[in-house]
């Protein structure tokens, strides 16, 4: 089967469906969905009824959760953005990925309750960071700095010098 673009694979321990349903839950709409999921054959080692990939789009993104075992871990060298037109979406976003054992990080990033990491990010401090006036851009990003969860108002009296 050949594909358009790329398909991510995330590598759990043992948690991939599990994840797969969390990451729809979280991302409802937009297709989301989880798809085929394919159990370890017998004799492998593993026990059979224990899904090896389960198939998943979350937020009209294609992911493979593959339950690989503890070799490996997430780190922060990997994030997704979730960009974010409003502060109810940022508020929803940010509470959503961090619920049940997730955790909250500096300016915006979370990590959810499989160590996976997550920016929330307002689309409206883009267009701040690319404005011309540098005075406006480093007051935002000043303020950006100094907050877990971003606060768009706050973002945006920042920017304008209040």
């Given at each position: ?79 997704f953005?979730?960009?974010c037109?409003?502060q109810?979406?940022v ?6 990925l ?65």
């Amino acid at each position: 089967m050949v594909t358009d673009g790329f398909i991510t694979c995330l590598w759990f321990d043992d948690q991939a469906e599990e994840a797969a349903h969390y990451y729809v839950s979280v991302f409802e709409g937009s297709g989301s969905r989880v798809g085929d999921v394919i159990r370890y054959p017998e004799g492998s080692g593993t026990a059979s009824a224990k899904p090896m990939t389960v198939e998943f789009t979350a937020n009209g993104q294609k992911f493979v959760g593959l339950n690989g075992g503890p070799q490996f871990t997430f780190n922060e060298a990997i994030s997704f953005q979730v960009m974010c037109d409003t502060q109810e979406e940022v508020d929803h976003y940010a509470a959503r990925l961090t619920e049940d054992g997730g955790e909250q990080g500096p300016c915006g990033w979370v990590k959810d309750r499989f160590g996976v990491s997550w920016q929330v990010v307002p689309e409206r401090l883009i267009e701040m960071f690319a404005d011309r006036d540098p005075a406006k851009v480093a007051r935002a990003n000043e303020a950006m700095m100094s907050m877990r969860k971003l606060d768009i108002a706050a973002l945006e009296k920042a920017f304008a010098g209040e």
